[in-house]
């Protein structure tokens, strides 16, 4: 079969039944299957290789993967399993095992109020957090990479990016309107690459814009921004009033163009979001508290 054609339900394929698909990449199919075993339910990636350029899609599963395997937090997707598909001896295939997660994208549906956004915000936070303690960097923290379920447990997904501290990437490699100025640069790689990542995210969440970048939209490499050439995002309390001063600060930290400029490590930003959301959360319920207390006293 051409490798670009769907597996159908039914479908056997490395030892798992296909239930339906899930989505797809430029040279993958994500697939819903069934272990005919245990009957766990996983999401199976399948990675293929149609031309040699496509070589490098084969490596980045790969390291994904390895990255993966040291790693072990409740907001990161789990991947499970790695199988190689051999044809005369070459690797042609690459299936990857990975935890399903039944969700929808902080991108296709965006928090309705300040608590949900400060809760999965300090999720992610502390899923980076555990990826910085254990040496990797994520690279790609985006609204699309950001799954949250029913219950509201968040799962970072995608780490086709991801690298140790410290990596100088041979070619520019992230999203546009959520970019680092030291990505688009390639420079360094770091723990606050992270961060500015995340406050990109941040802003759109709450603000329903972009900040502008060093690789705006559409541009060529050719003609991405100097930093000093990036205009500053407006801030966020200026956009949405409803916000706080704190949390806008900590946004408009994460964003700085110089990584110095930025939160001293990712936890720090997440002891932050902690606070502001228990902050909020007692404020909530302050109202509910008085009147309780005063119905007793009229008792």
């Known amino acids: 079969m051409n490798k670009r ?3 159908k339900p039914g479908a056997k394929v490395a ?8 989505g797809r990449g430029a040279a993958s199919i994500i697939y819903l299957v069934q272990d005919p075993k245990t009957k766990q339910i996983w999401a199976l990636k399948h990675v293929y290789k149609e031309k040699p350029k496509d070589q490098r899609f084969l490596d980045q599963t790969e390291r994904e993967y390895g990255v993966a395997t040291k790693l072990d937090h409740p907001s ?7 199988i190689k598909g051999r044809k005369l001896m070459a690797v042609k295939d690459i299936f990857l095992v990975m935890e399903y997660v039944d969700g929808i994208s902080l991108e296709q549906h965006p928090p309705k109020s300040f608590d949900e956004a400060l809760d999965i915000f300090r999720q992610v936070a502390r899923g980076l957090a555990h990826m910085h303690h254990r040496g990797f960097v994520h690279a790609d923290m985006k609204p ?5 379920t029913d219950e509201g447990q968040v799962k970072i997904i995608d780490l086709g990016q991801s690298c140790p501290v410290g990596t100088v990437k041979e070619r520019i490699q992230g999203t546009p309107d959520y970019i680092a100025p030291e990505q688009v640069h390639r420079r360094a790689i770091t723990e606050k690459t992270d961060t500015y990542n995340l406050g990109a995210t941040m802003y759109w969440v709450l603000t329903s814009r972009h900040i502008p970048t060093a690789l705006p939209k559409g541009d060529t490499l050719v003609s991405s921004l100097d930093d000093e050439f990036i205009e500053k995002p407006k801030p966020v309390i200026e956009i949405n009033a409803r916000t706080s001063q704190r949390l806008n600060d900590l946004i408009m930290q994460c964003v700085e163009v110089d990584p110095e400029k930025r939160p001293a490590s990712m936890e ?18 302050a109202p509910a508290n008085v009147a309780s207390e005063l119905d007793e006293e009229d008792d």
């Open 5 to 7: 054609d769907p597996f």
């Open 15 to 22: 030892g798992f039944n296909v239930m339906t698909e899930l």
């Open 76 to 82: 990161i997707r789990k991947l499970i399993r790695l």
């Open 144 to 148: 699309n990479n950001i799954v949250i």
């Open 268 to 285: 720090k930003v997440a002891e932050t979001l902690d606070l502001l959301h228990a902050k909020l959360l007692a404020e909530q319920q």
